[in-house]
């Protein structure tokens, strides 16, 4: 399982996502956007692509994946080392969204 707190992670689960149906200046453009880790152009990539309701879900899940990441980094330098409720939560969420992430690969709804 990936560890959906940090950009590569998420972005590697992205380039699962790709759609085989894109013309060669998407393609480009899809592949600039993973060169570049741009999650914010990935975003804005597939809503202008029609996605079936499986991969919507994995857009969500990585979208809610994204903000604890950032969440997490900011209390990381902000709470002291001992533990903190709210850190862990974030924790176990990202662990249930990661597990998401596997069952849906398991299922074959990604590459």
């Given at each position: 399982?990936?560890?959906?707190?940090?950009?590569?992670?998420?972005?590697?689960?992205?380039?699962?996502?790709?759609?085989?149906?894109?013309?060669?200046?998407?393609?480009?453009?899809?592949?600039?956007?993973?060169?570049?880790?741009?999650?914010?152009g990935?975003?804005?990539?597939?809503?202008?692509?029609?996605?079936d309701?499986?991969?919507?879900?994995?857009?969500?899940?990585?979208?809610?994946?994204?903000?604890?990441?950032?969440?997490?980094?900011?209390?990381?330098?902000?709470?002291?080392?001992?533990?903190?409720?709210?850190?862990?939560?974030?924790?176990?969420?990202?662990?249930?969204l990661?597990?998401?992430?596997?069952?849906?690969?398991?299922?074959?709804?990604?590459?």
């Amino acid at each position: 399982m990936s560890d959906l707190r940090f950009r590569q992670f998420r972005m590697k689960v992205y380039a699962r996502l790709c759609p085989s149906e894109l013309v060669p200046a998407e393609r480009g453009e899809f592949v600039r956007l993973l060169d570049g880790e741009d999650e914010d152009g990935m975003e804005g990539f597939f809503r202008r692509v029609p996605l079936d309701a499986k991969l919507t879900q994995v857009l969500r899940i990585l979208r809610e994946a994204r903000e604890l990441g950032a969440r997490l980094s900011v209390l990381d330098r902000t709470v002291p080392t001992l533990p903190h409720r709210e850190i862990s939560e974030c924790y176990r969420r990202l662990h249930a969204l990661g597990e998401q992430v596997g069952d849906l690969e398991a299922v074959g709804v990604m590459k």
